[in-house]
Every structure is written in C-alpha cells, then in structure tokens.
C-alpha cells in the first residue's frame, strides 16, 4: 500500500471515530436521543473506502466501540458485546451498504442514501418481537412500535443530515486541498 493509501485511510479512520465519539453526548442530553453520527458514518465509510473491507470494518468497529462506552455510562458494566444488538449492527451494514452505491458524492445522493439508511432502521429495529414484549407480536403492534419510534428516527434524519454535512462536506472540502486524500482514477481526471 502507498504511502498516499495510507494517508487517506488514516484521515478516513480519524473522521469515522471523531465522529463515533459524539455519540457519547445524548448521555449528557437524553434529547439528543438518536441524534447520532451512525447513520452518515455508515454511508460515509461506504461511499470512501475503496476497499470494501474496510467500509464495513471501521464504520462497525467505531459502532461497536463507542457502545462498549456507551453501554458502561448507562450501567457502570463494560459490555463487549450484546446480542440483542444484532439486528442493530445488520441494519448498519445496511447502511453502509447503502454507501457503497454511492458513485458520486452530492447533496442528492447522499441525502437519499441516508433517507434509505433511516427507512431500512426504522422498518426493522422496530419490529416488536425483536426486542421484549413493549408491543404485541402482531401487525398492529408492529405499527404502534412504528409510531412511537418516529420521534427517534426524527432525530436520526437530524443526526444524519448534520453529521453526515461534517464528514462529507468536510472530506471533500479537504480532497480539494490536498491530493493526497484523493483516489488515483480522481488525479487521472
């Protein structure tokens, strides 16, 4: 790998886990609840990595991470991993996923990856049976858990658009100063 590769690949790791860190701020300001980097993460380390390895790797081991604090501020217990977490890891996959088909980076595509990324969360992180009994197990439940959720996935549009206006805007901004952050066919054009 060259040294450029690697210069990118730091940048895009660094911004990914500053970007992780902020999750730990809805502790503070349980409003913030859901207003979260993950969804723009997700799409941003799908749409840079040009190793799809990689897209899936960072964004999810910055998720995985950040919930092992997150986890220890709610309940002073380190907590590698959950389980019941799962279906929230798969739903970011998704996401990611969804950033991989993201061929050319403008306001437009990204907002409608991150439309998609929210939707995919939304239909499937609420469905009732996944997680305990708070709804019933039938399709009305399945609505009612749709309901009550749409203020979180309010806050994850929200989250979404600013953060992923600070990871994308901020590393094509720095594309545009520096060379080095660009992708060989990006310098052939």
């Not at 380190?78 to 950033?99: K, R, T």
Request: glycine letters at 6%; one cysteine or more; charged letters at 10%.
């Amino acid at each position: 790998m060259s040294q450029k590769n690697n210069t990118r690949t730091l940048v895009l790791i660094l911004m990914i886990f500053a970007a992780a860190a902020m999750r730990l701020v809805s502790f503070k300001f349980p409003v913030l609840s859901n207003f979260t980097p993950v969804g723009a993460i997700a799409l941003f380390g799908g749409a840079y990595f040009s190793e799809k390895w990689k897209a899936y790797l960072v964004p999810v081991a910055a998720l995985l991470i950040s919930d092992i604090f997150i986890n220890h501020l709610y309940t002073s217990k380190w907590v590698l991993f959950n389980i019941d977490s799962i279906w929230m890891y798969l739903c970011f996959a998704a996401m990611v996923f969804i950033g991989t088909l993201i061929k050319k980076v403008n306001v437009a595509n990204v907002a409608l990856g991150s439309l998609a990324g929210v939707l995919i969360h939304w239909l499937v992180i609420d469905l009732p049976w996944l997680y305990g009994t708070l709804y019933p197990h039938t399709l009305a439940g399945y609505g009612q858990s749709l309901v009550a959720a749409i203020p979180f996935e309010r806050n994850m549009v929200f989250g979404d658009i600013l953060f992923g206006t600070i990871l994308f805007g901020g590393f094509e901004l720095a594309k545009s100063k520096y060379n080095v952050l660009r992708t060989e066919r990006q310098l052939a054009l």
